[in-house]
């Protein structure tokens, strides 16, 4: 059976904002230290102390925004505990994530300059659960004021003239929760006082101010922030969801079969749900959706896996990784007039990392090769897709097996990105393409013979794209075949 997908070649559809490429580290197990952050006396190759390796990886994947430092540490740190000379800076317990202890040696100025390393935005996450408003108010002054003032003369006496002009600022994280356990009208109060202090300072672009995102479906949240907000403090709205697995309808998860991979997907691709829900309350108040919708934490987090989750909240990102990525990444593009950032968690070896480390090496994960093969939309013009999905069914339930999204981009390259969510069945699509104007087309695929394949330190290319061959062009139709999970990038001209 094949699948008609109508894709519309329209000039006022949005531009896929390079933003929704974004990514997020949290102080959280080996994510910071042991991670990115090894250190400049480290025998690992690094610049002041990021390892070069995940530099290098994070450049080619054009990286454009780097979430930091958390997450629910977020709401526990203190910045200026983390600038000045390194001999001196407290050391303290990371009480949300494990109770480890941080000697503050990656700090603002370690974070910030591993962004100009990168080329990418940098997203601060400040403390409204635990810190005061000044704080805030303050980290904004020191990273952004290029005239004199007592925050500036200290980031210049801490060896950093120019003001690093951060754009992005989250007013505390997941404040139902983690971040102060606190009612929606409440949070929309406190965030009313941060944003009325945290003031533009010479960030010539002016900064966005974001709201700590509801928990997945919690609508009332969106609602309360949009109405009780002023629509001009407010940049933009997050939202978190993540894939997990209900262990308790079955089995104790040691081993991820089929039942495990619907429920992961299932739970993925309720973001369609999600972002439609959270989108429709939005317009009621900023129908011109100058608002923008944050995705800041997004991925799967499974809780029990035995074999593969040798550190804390490590998970040996697999296949099923790279088809979750592929289509969760293409519900944003769908919705990327209000979906204008999204930070996949995490970025290096925590949740659905896109890569992993040890003492010397590094591997690229499927999730990565699915960012990687994606980033062509980044900042494209979105081209509308219509698609009646035929269904991948798992005893009763069922899900869309067919997952789409195309742009094109400046130089007139058109991009179609196709997963089939299907573990078993291959799905075929048909797409017209007289209004798209292609004539001819290449192909790249990301697959494997198992869902539970993946890259390991001794076989870190085993995943990974390569040419895919399984379409044709035939009297103005492109015929697309689909192996079961898998995710294919097209190009076209
Ligand atoms: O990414 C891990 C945690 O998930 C974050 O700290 C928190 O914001 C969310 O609950």
């Known amino acids: 059976e094949t699948t008609v997908v109508t894709i519309k070649n329209t000039a006022t559809a949005p531009t896929i904002d390079k933003n929704i490429y974004g990514h997020f580290a949290e102080h959280l197990g080996r994510c910071i230290y042991g991670g990115f952050f090894v250190g400049d006396t480290s025998k690992i190759p690094n610049t002041a102390g990021v390892r070069n390796d995940i530099i290098d990886a994070l450049k080619k994947l054009k990286i454009p925004n780097l979430r930091w430092p958390g997450g629910c540490f977020a709401d526990t740190y203190h ?3 983390g600038i000045g000379p390194k001999e001196n800076r407290p050391t303290i317990v990371n009480r949300w994530w494990g109770g480890t202890t941080e000697d503050n040696s990656f700090g603002t100025h370690d974070f910030l300059n591993l962004c100009e390393t990168l080329g990418a935005e940098p997203y601060l996450s400040g403390n409204v659960g635990s810190g005061t408003v000044q704080e805030l108010a303050d980290w904004v002054q020191y990273a952004n004021f290029g005239g004199k003032s007592p925050m500036s003369d200290l980031r210049i006496k801490n060896g950093r003239k120019e003001p690093w002009k951060v754009k992005f600022w989250g007013i505390g994280n997941e404040a139902w929760g983690c971040g102060g356990n606190m009612t929606a009208n409440y949070y929309a109060g406190e965030y009313r006082k941060y944003a009325t202090f945290m003031s533009d300072w010479e960030n010539t672009g002016g900064i966005t101010r974001i709201a700590s995102g509801s928990n997945s479906a919690d609508y009332n949240w969106t609602e309360v922030l949009m109405k009780d907000i ?3 403090m407010l940049g933009g709205v997050g939202v978190h969801h993540y894939a997990v697995i209900d262990w308790a309808k079955k089995g104790d998860g040691t081993d991820f079969t089929e039942f495990e991979y619907f429920q992961t997907m299932k739970s993925a691709l309720k973001m369609e749900e999600l972002v439609t829900k959270h989108s429709a309350i939005m317009d009621k108040y900023d129908p011109e959706k100058k608002v923008a919708m944050i995705v800041d ?3 799967a987090w499974y809780e029990v896996e035995k074999g593969t989750n040798p550190g804390f909240l490590y998970q040996q990102n697999t296949m099923r990784d790279a088809v979750l990525a592929g289509s969760t990444l293409n519900i944003f593009n769908n919705h990327a007039d209000r979906v204008r950032m999204a930070n996949l968690a995490q970025c290096v070896n925590v949740l659905q990392a896109v890569i992993l480390t040890d003492e010397a090496r590094m591997i690229l994960t499927p999730t990565y090769y699915v960012m ?3 980033s062509v939309h980044q900042d ?5 897709i219509t698609i009646k999905s035929p269904l991948y069914t ?3 339930e069922s899900l869309p097996a067919l997952s789409v999204s195309a742009s094109k981009d400046k130089k007139g390259l058109v991009h179609i990105s196709l997963v089939n969510v299907d573990s078993k069945k291959e799905n075929t699509v048909e797409i017209d393409l007289n209004e ?7 192909g790249m695929i990301i697959g494997s013979p198992k869902l539970q394949d993946f890259n390991s330190f001794d076989n870190p290319t085993k995943i990974q794209p390569v040419a ?3 379409f044709e062009i035939k009297k103005g139709k492109l015929t697309v075949k689909l192996p079961p999970f898998s995710v294919i990038m097209l190009e076209g001209k």
């Open 79 to 81: 910045w200026k505990d």
């Open 230 to 232: 002023p629509l001009n």
């Open 297 to 299: 934490e997004w991925g």
């Open 372 to 374: 990687q093969l994606y």
């Open 380 to 384: 494209a013009q979105q081209l509308p």
């Open 394 to 396: 798992y005893k009763e």
């Open 436 to 442: 798209l104007g292609i004539k001819t087309a290449t």
């Open 468 to 470: 895919f061959k399984g």
